[in-house]
């Protein structure tokens, strides 16, 4: 993923609280030829895994979640719902996920309808920091008695402990692009070999 590696040195900008911003082509502008490259990534790595759906989470992993499906026979995309409230019904599973980037602790929900004990679970997001999102996600599939394949991830960041923390799980997680370090003085990005 040698394009996303270099979108990532020429456009990312690294913020304090070591948040890396790549608002320019994944977060808020997308660059689609990316997405389309990061789409036959995740089908290189896990095209021989019988997935039957996509598991991401609102809002940025949609996106990239879409046109990774294209490449898995076009599967169904769910995302889980970030919700207000933490009064919700019978027919949605539900798990606590502490935002990285807001600080706050979101419930988050996914219908019961929409994942199935017999569902192949490839959960995609943009992101992988401390790894609570993906924590919830792979506790949504597992209260679904579903199984997970495995989590692609566009960018790990490797300072942080997530996936470390998953992997020794025993969790297959495939990050396109590693960061060992990033300095929001001289905005300096390492990636891992
Ligand atoms: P985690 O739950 O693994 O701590 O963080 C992952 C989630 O937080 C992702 O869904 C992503 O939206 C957000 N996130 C974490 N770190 C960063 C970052 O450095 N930059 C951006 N743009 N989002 C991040």
Do not use: W
């Not at 608002?23 to 808020?28: A, G, P, T, Y």
């Not at 026979?73 to 207000?84: D, G, L, Q």
């Not at 599973?93 to 004990?117: L, R």
């Not at 495995?150 to 799980?169: H, P, S, T, Y």
């Amino acid at each position: 993923m040698d394009y996303l590696k270099a979108k990532i040195l020429s456009d990312g900008v690294v913020k304090k609280g070591n948040v890396l911003k790549v608002d320019s082509f994944l977060n808020h502008q997308m660059d689609v030829r990316l997405y389309n490259e990061i789409g036959k990534e995740f089908y290189r790595l896990f095209g021989d895994c019988n997935v039957t759906k996509i598991l991401t989470i609102e809002a940025s992993g949609i996106g990239i979640a879409c046109v990774t499906a294209q490449s898995f026979n076009y599967c169904p995309v769910v995302f889980a719902k970030k919700s207000k409230t933490s009064n919700v019904s019978d027919s949605v599973y539900t798990s606590q996920v502490e935002s990285f980037t807001h600080g706050n602790v979101n419930t988050v929900i996914v219908s019961k309808e929409y994942i199935k004990p017999e569902d192949r679970i490839l959960i995609i997001d943009d992101f992988l920091a401390n790894g609570a999102a993906l924590t919830g996600l792979i506790d949504i599939v597992n209260q679904a008695g579903a199984t997970v394949v495995g989590a692609g991830i566009v960018i790990e960041k490797g300072f942080q402990d997530g996936g470390k923390k998953l992997r020794e799980k025993g969790y297959r997680i495939e990050s396109l692009a590693i960061i060992d370090s990033m300095n929001d003085e001289t905005g300096e990005i390492v990636f891992r070999d």
